[in-house]
Structures are given as C-alpha cells and as structure tokens.
C-alpha cells in the first residue's frame, strides 16, 4: 500500500509529465507553419523580422520562398542567408504615394523571393530575416503572404481570418503581426532599410538561427525535465521502501 507522502510524489511526477507534454504539444504547434518573428513592433521604428521555414511540403523539400510585402510598406532589405539567394520584385504604383517627409515616390518594393541554393530539406529549418521600417499605424495588422515551393508541389501561406474566425483554425495562415504604440527613441537616428546600421546588420545575422537554437533548448529542457522527475521518482520509492521496513521492524 502507497504511503500518503509516496502518493504526493507520484501525483506531482505525473503533472510534471503533463506539462512536459504541453511543451512538446506547443513547440508542435508553433513550428506547424510559417510564421514571423520581429524584434519590435511600436510604430516607426525600424524592426528585423524573421521568417522561420519549419518544413518542407509533404515530405518534399522546400526550393523557393516568396515573401509579399503588405500595401503599408514601401521596401525591405533582406538579410544575406548563405543558402539562398535573394531577390527584390518591385512593382508600379497606380499613382505617386507621398512620403512623410515631403516626397513621392512611384515604385515599392512588392515582394522579396529567396531561392534556396539546394533544396532545404523536409526536416530541416532556416530563417530568413529582413529589415523593415513599420509604419506610424498603432492597432494595426500587417499580413506578409508567403508562397513556399518545393521541389514537388507549393504551400500558399495567404489565409487571412475574416471578422469573428478564429486564426487558428485557419489551414495557411499567411505570417502576421500587430503594429503597437511607437516607442520614443531617445533622440538616436534611425537608420534606412537601404541602409541600417552596422550593428542592426549583425543583429540580423545571429538572428536567422535564433528559431533553431529555441527549439533546441526547448527540447533539451524538456528532456531534462523528464529525466529529473524520473530521478526523483527513484529516490521517493527507495525512502518510502526503507521508512517501511523500519516501521516493520519497530
């Protein structure tokens, strides 16, 4: 028969394989679609979002990502990924869109295509990091359609929820963030898409393998998270066993 305290300690050993569980559940989940990751989201700043490709199309590896720019931004300047190479497709304004600061302009950058240099394998993942100026829109959601190809068949991430539909049930949800409230800078210039600061390049560099390192401590967490619980499960019983034999024998 389990002591009071041995069954405390199994009841705790189970929930904390419980919430082992809901970890791998959610690092499941997360990693289920292409999505966006920026650095900051207050309006006007200059933010490095990064787009995490965490598999392939059905087994087949990915070739070819296309990453649409929303109608609120005129350019991108994307990070260098020795695995790919990149292109800038711009397209022709209807009529001249004027700039906060006073001028017009009558081109923008529509989409950034990265193509991989040999297929990204199916089980594998990478990131692609580009540089952004956000626009002075607080409370707004900017949508970044992206159109995976691999070697056989495509994903169109475009799907976009309607008024009252839940996004997670959303097939291809098209990768997505909420501007917020701009954030004074301090007096400290920003820096041009076309041209940022030495140091935001380097940031955007350590930041393409940022997703990959996260999933790997996640899981390593997780893992040592069971090993410990099952450690201490061992320890418990041998006490347990011990405090009874002493009980006998008294």
Request: aromatic share 4%; proline share 7%; net charge neutral.
């Given at each position: ?10 009841t ?11 970890l ?5 989940g997360?990693?289920?679609?292409v999505?966006?990751t920026p650095d900051k989201?207050s ?19 990915t070739?070819?990502?296309?990453i649409t720019l929303p ?8 990070t ?24 017009s302009i ?11 240099k040999a297929?990204?394998e199916?089980q ?13 829109a ?20 475009s ?7 839940d996004?997670?049930?959303l097939a291809?949800?098209?990768?997505s963030?909420?501007?917020?409230e701009?954030?004074s ?8 898409p ?5 140091g935001?390049?380097?940031a955007?560099?350590a930041d ?5 390192r996260s999933?790997?401590g996640?899981?390593?967490g997780?893992a ?5 619980g099952?450690?201490?499960i061992?320890?418990?019983?041998r006490r ?11």
């Open positions: 028969m389990k002591t009071p305290f041995l069954r405390r300690t199994l705790a050993a189970a929930a904390t394989g419980s919430a082992a569980a809901l791998l559940a959610a690092a499941g997360a990693a289920a679609h999505g966006v989201t309006a006007n700043s200059y933010a490095l979002l990064t787009f995490g490709i965490p598999h392939g199309c059905d087994g087949s590896g070739t070819k990502v296309a109608p609120e931004l005129n350019d991108a300047q994307p260098v990924n020795p695995n790919w190479t990149v292109e800038k497709v711009t397209e022709q304004l209807p009529e001249p869109k004027k700039l906060a600061d006073g001028t009558t081109k923008r950058t529509s989409q950034i295509v990265y193509t991989a297929p990204l199916h594998l993942r990478d990131a692609l990091v580009l540089s952004v100026k956000l626009p002075d607080p409370g707004s959601t900017l949508y970044f359609p992206t159109l995976q190809t691999c070697e056989t068949g495509q994903t169109d991430w799907d976009i929820a309607r008024d009252g539909q996004p997670h049930s291809a949800p098209a990768p963030l909420t501007v917020t701009e954030v800078s301090g007096g400290h210039g920003a820096a041009s076309a041209a940022p600061h030495a935001e390049k380097v955007a560099i393409g393998g940022a997703d990959a999933w790997a996640l899981g390593a997780v040592g998270l069971a090993l410990g099952a450690a201490f061992r320890s418990v019983a347990s066993g011990t405090g009874s034999s002493n009980t006998t024998g008294g």
